[in-house]
């Protein structure tokens, strides 16, 4: 892909930053990119919006009609390779699909559920039989479901207690046991169901609605995505023809955990267009609103909320789009049918998806917190979008492996990879820890032309996440995988600093002027992630360390990750004036 950062390794970002031009960023969007964007956008104002109340309660019939006329326009083929009835688009394509259905309330649940966790595991594991049984369905607008989380558990997936045993003619497996919280349960007409073969082998296995046995428990009354459907899967005997057993048995992980590396950068996509969607109704909100004989638009307070709204969202977009570039970046170089390829190397990048998934999730819920804060008492009033917006974002922080799972998986992937020489991490980080604990100091990097202090800043921020989280892995060795809240604290450092660079690059790559939206946003972001990136490798070192090696070790990072903040009200008000003359966050 064009613009799609080349052959960097899981974890790869820790090392020297890339050129500008070398990551893939919205900018480099095709036209055929933008026209899917735009169909996609074109049905969910057009055809969604006005059926959101019906949506809101479930009304008979309306999830599949909507799931129907997508299928007409391609939006549910994305993923599917042409031979069964699908596009086969790049990554790109698909996660802009899933971006502009971020702003189509509960439906996008029933949309992104369907076109991934429910359809990716027949694309990629599927027997040839399989695919030309199930995918062409999938993609008409058969909705899917998928099945992996039970009542006793949920991020401990393989803790699961639904059973499948073999029929005595062998015919059949007949399966046992409750799935909790299934997407599309009331819908769906086939389920992704992960049960352990005679309680040991988790396996996954294709279960279709009229078998026998299998029925859908009662409607969970939710906090918010209310019109998605989300109830249990309950199979009573259940009996499930043996050539629908999905992969191979006792490999049921590998189908789990590999979809759920493609459905944390796509959650990350459509918490984006959740995110576009609040900022432009609280920027036209603030524009109508007259208080003390103005538009609220001209408050200072409410104006440094559009800037970190916007500013927030342009470090998210960069970071979700720069990992979309490298998944597709690697596809390229393996054979698209031979799953197995496609999976490890999109299992390449699963820190990155992680982090993708973490980032825009939070960035989401900031973003709607303050647009009912713009709203005020309005904004807690269902007749507006703002209320709504606010319930539906919640549950992204658990969708997908809760943010705390993929916290934790964050640093220890990256970290693995770099101590089995995947990724040259390990002797960098051995040597800054060495040289800070002797009191040497490397030579500063010097960075020419637009945001070249900000480059700066980043090559020192970089080595000062190595010393503090390269002090606690040299200290602690193994142990470190036990220590849940240090494994934190270096996630939100690397997370930080992943969307940093990411938005800087961008804005570098967008040979924009100081006062143009991307250097602004990149600004204004790399400046509150700065100062939370400080604070967390302050707060790592000193659980590692104490007494006088830790004041020297301190004093290291400070010189590493300390910085001069800019004049950040003066940077957000002009990133507001933006943000206000546009109606919002500028469209792709």
């Known amino acids: 892909m064009s613009g799609a950062e080349q052959r960097r390794p899981g974890g790869g970002f820790l090392l020297p930053s890339p050129a500008s031009a070398d990551i893939f960023t919205p900018e480099d969007y095709t036209a ?72 189509a309330g509960s439906f996008s649940v029933t949309h992104a559920a369907h076109v991934g966790i429910a359809t990716l595991p027949f694309v990629y594991f599927g027997t040839e039989e399989q695919k030309q049984r199930y995918l062409p369905q999938l993609a008409a607008g058969d909705i899917g479901a998928y099945c992996l989380t039970e009542p006793g558990s949920g991020s401990d997936a393989l803790a699961a207690k639904a059973t499948a045993r073999l029929s005595e003619d062998g015919c059949h497996y007949v399966l046992n046991g409750t799935k909790q919280f299934i997407s599309n349960a009331r819908w769906a007409k086939t389920f992704v169901v992960f049960a352990k073969i005679d309680g040991r082998e988790f396996t996954a296995f294709i279960v279709e609605r009229g078998m026998p046995g299998v029925s859908v428990g009662a409607e969970e009354k939710k906090l918010g995505i209310k019109g998605s459907s989300t109830a249990s899967l309950i199979l009573e005997e259940a009996r499930v023809p043996v050539e629908n057993l999905l992969g191979e048995p006792g490999k049921g992980h590998h189908i789990a955990f590999n979809i759920l590396n493609i459905g944390r950068y796509k959650l990350g996509a459509g918490c984006l267009g959740a995110a576009r969607l609040a900022l432009e109704e609280a920027v036209r909100y603030a524009g109508d609103r007259v208080q003390f004989k103005k538009p609220i638009r001209e408050f200072g307070l409410i104006r440094r909320k559009f800037a970190e709204m916007a500013a927030r969202t342009y470090a998210a977009e960069s970071a979700t789009c720069r990992v979309v570039g490298l998944i597709d970046d690697i596809l390229a170089e393996v054979d698209a049918a031979d799953s197995a390829a496609v999976l490890a190397a999109i299992e390449e990048y699963a820190a990155e998806c992680s982090i993708v998934k973490v980032l825009a999730s939070e960035v989401l819920d900031y973003v709607v917190d303050e647009g ?49 020489g995947k990724l040259p991490l390990m002797a960098e980080i ?119 090696e830790l004041t020297r070790l301190l004093a290291a990072f400070e010189g590493f990750a300390g910085f001069v903040p800019p004049d950040l009200p003066a940077l957000r008000d002009r990133l507001a004036a933006l943000v206000i003359d546009r109606g919002g966050y500028p469209r792709i």
Not at 50 to 79: F, K
Not at 516 to 524: E, G, H
């Open 32 to 103: 055929e990119h933008r026209l899917i964007a735009k169909t996609t956008e074109d049905f969910v104002r057009g055809e969604v919006w006005p059926r959101l109340d019906a949506i809101e309660v479930q009304e008979d019939g309306v999830a599949e009609e909507l799931m129907r006329q997508a299928a007409d326009l391609g939006l549910l083929a994305a993923d599917i390779p042409e031979a069964y009835g699908g596009l086969g688009l790049d990554k790109a394509s698909s996660a802009l699909v899933t971006e502009k259905m971020g702003m």
């Open 372 to 420: 009912v804060q713009i709203l005020g008492g309005y904004g807690y009033c269902a007749e507006y979008p703002a209320e709504r917006l606010y319930r539906d974002s919640r549950v992204n922080r658990i969708f997908e492996g809760t943010n705390e799972i993929n916290r934790l998986l964050t640093p220890t992937m990256i970290l693995r990879r770099a101590q089995a």
């Open 430 to 548: 051995t040597a800054v820890v060495r040289a800070a604990a002797a009191g040497d100091r490397p030579a500063a990097d010097v960075f020419d032309g637009l945001l070249g202090a900000e480059r700066a800043l980043l090559a020192r921020v970089r080595r000062g996440i190595l010393l503090a989280v390269g002090t606690a892995v040299l200290t602690h060795g193994e142990k470190l995988t036990g220590m849940q809240e240090l494994l934190g604290l270096a996630a939100d450092m690397i997370i930080e600093y992943f969307a940093a660079e990411t938005a800087v690059l961008r804005a570098v790559k967008s040979g924009g002027g100081d006062d143009s939206f991307a250097v602004l946003a990149a600004r204004v972001w790399l400046a509150g992630a700065c100062a939370r990136m400080l604070t967390a490798g302050r707060e790592l070192l000193a659980a590692t360390l104490s007494g006088d």
